[in-house]
Structure formats: structure tokens, C-alpha cells
């Protein structure tokens, strides 16, 4: 059975968007947030999609 796009309960900085993509594709949450934490220093795009995760993807 595939693996479904929630967010982390167990895992969570803020809103667990992070850590529940990262269990999504089976990365490192840590790996995860750096990426964020880059696309939102180099183009503000990071935080604007973050925001649109943090209330679209179910708990």
C-alpha cells in the first residue's frame, strides 16, 4: 500500500509539513528542511507553499 501525504505528528518543528514529506518519500526530515529553509532564502516560494501545505495536508 503507497504511503500517504499527512502530516507528522511525532516529528514536527511547526506544523509537521516537513517531516510529513519527508515520511512521504522516505527522506530525512532534516534533509527536508534545509531544502525549505534554501528555497525560502534564494525565492520566497518555500514559504508561501509551506503555509498552502500546512493547510491543505490532512493531520
Keep these: 500500500m503507497p504511503a500517504k501525504l499527512r502530516k507528522s505528528r511525532s516529528d514536527k518543528m511547526l506544523a509537521g509539513v516537513c517531516s510529513g514529506l519527508a515520511e512521504y518519500l522516505g527522506w530525512d526530515?532534516?534533509?527536508?528542511?534545509?531544502?525549505f529553509v534554501v528555497l525560502a532564502f534564494s525565492y520566497g516560494f518555500a514559504i508561501f507553499?509551506?503555509?498552502i501545505l500546512?493547510?491543505?495536508m490532512p493531520d
Excluded: G
Design 29 to 35: 526530515p532534516t534533509i527536508v528542511r534545509i531544502l
Design 49 to 51: 507553499a509551506y503555509f
Design 54 to 56: 500546512a493547510i491543505v
